[in-house]
């Protein structure tokens, strides 16, 4: 008896998706899919079109994903239910953030700026102060979360990151872009092939020493958190090899 009351409990507390989720994570997918339009729509060359719309696609599934597992967790916190957090759903969460910070930022800069030019300058200051919202809202949400305190090891690449895109987007204001696009192109495979090395080797780790069995949700979070980066290093290395050219 005290058997399956605890076996109950354990599955109580076992997050799972519900047609609300789901509908979530089809209105995330649609609203990234109207503010970003695929790079390699239209284009002529096959190339060209293939890289792109791979990559469109896998970051259109990477933040529906995201989208949707912020929301079924921040649900389940709401109504007070006490859940099983295993480190696959903190990084859906923390992709949820990214996800949300982005396209605000995209909303915010269509909204306000469309194609103005005249507002450049504004528009590149209004990024700035975007990438420092995105900064202290993924370290927020790395931090406040809870998970192994060694997985808070994957927030270096992903902030280093958006520490790089920072200061890209301040030398724009600045007149250093060139100096500041050069480091930047150079040093971003890097931080992304990081990003895959240390996500990889925590979940070894992770899978060897947490003496229980992840769910299911568990692994999508880890699969699309991996995903993330082999994405943007696709578009990197097609550009290095100048089929973009």
Same mark, same amino acid.
């Given at each position: 008896m005290?058997?399956m009351?605890?076996?109950?409990?354990?599955? !109580?507390?076992?997050?799972?998706l519900?047609?609300?989720?789901?509908?979530?994570?089809?209105?995330?997918?649609?609203?990234?899919?109207a503010?970003?339009?695929?790079?390699?729509?239209?284009?002529?060359?096959?190339?060209?079109?293939?890289?792109?719309?791979?990559?469109?696609?896998?970051? &259109?599934?990477?933040?529906a994903?995201?989208?949707?597992?912020?929301?079924?967790f921040?649900?389940?916190w709401?109504?007070?239910?006490?859940?099983?957090?295993q480190?696959?759903? @903190?990084?859906?969460?923390?992709?949820?953030?990214m996800?949300?910070?982005i396209?605000?930022?995209?909303?915010?800069?269509?909204?306000?700026?469309?194609?103005?030019?005249?507002?450049?300058?504004?528009?590149?200051l209004?990024?700035?102060?975007?990438?420092?919202?995105?900064?202290?809202?993924?370290?927020?949400?790395?931090?406040?979360?809870?998970?192994?305190s060694?997985?808070r090891?994957?927030?270096?690449?992903?902030?280093l990151?958006?520490?790089?895109?920072?200061?890209?987007?301040?030398?724009l204001?600045s007149?250093?872009?060139?100096?500041? &696009?050069?480091?930047?192109?150079?040093t971003k495979?890097?931080?992304?092939?990081? !990003?895959i090395?240390?996500?990889?080797?925590?979940?070894? @780790? !992770?899978?060897?020493?947490?003496?229980?069995?992840? !769910?299911?949700?568990?692994?999508w979070?880890?699969?699309?958190?991996v995903?993330?980066s082999p994405?943007?290093?696709?578009?990197?290395?097609s550009n290095?090899?100048?089929?973009?050219?």
């Amino acid at each position: 008896m005290e058997q399956m009351e605890m076996s109950q409990t354990k599955n !109580d507390r076992q997050a799972r998706l519900t047609l609300l989720d789901l509908l979530v994570g089809t209105a995330a997918a649609a609203i990234f899919s109207a503010l970003n339009n695929s790079p390699g729509v239209g284009n002529t060359r096959f190339a060209v079109e293939l890289i792109t719309n791979i990559y469109f696609i896998t970051t &259109l599934l990477i933040f529906a994903s995201g989208g949707t597992g912020l929301f079924l967790f921040a649900r389940r916190w709401w109504n007070g239910w006490s859940t099983d957090f295993q480190p696959g759903h @903190w990084l859906l969460c923390l992709i949820g953030v990214m996800y949300s910070v982005i396209m605000t930022s995209l909303l915010f800069q269509q909204v306000v700026f469309g194609s103005a030019i005249e507002n450049l300058r504004m528009k590149w200051l209004s990024m700035a102060v975007f990438q420092v919202l995105h900064l202290w809202a993924y370290l927020t949400a790395g931090f406040l979360l809870p998970v192994r305190s060694w997985w808070r090891i994957a927030l270096i690449p992903q902030t280093l990151i958006i520490l790089a895109m920072l200061g890209l987007v301040i030398s724009l204001n600045s007149g250093n872009e060139q100096i500041a &696009l050069f480091w930047f192109e150079r040093t971003k495979p890097f931080l992304l092939i990081l !990003d895959i090395v240390v996500l990889l080797t925590l979940v070894v @780790w !992770d899978t060897w020493t947490a003496g229980q069995r992840r !769910d299911w949700i568990h692994w999508w979070g880890v699969t699309v958190a991996v995903m993330m980066s082999p994405a943007v290093l696709l578009l990197e290395f097609s550009n290095w090899m100048g089929w973009f050219t």
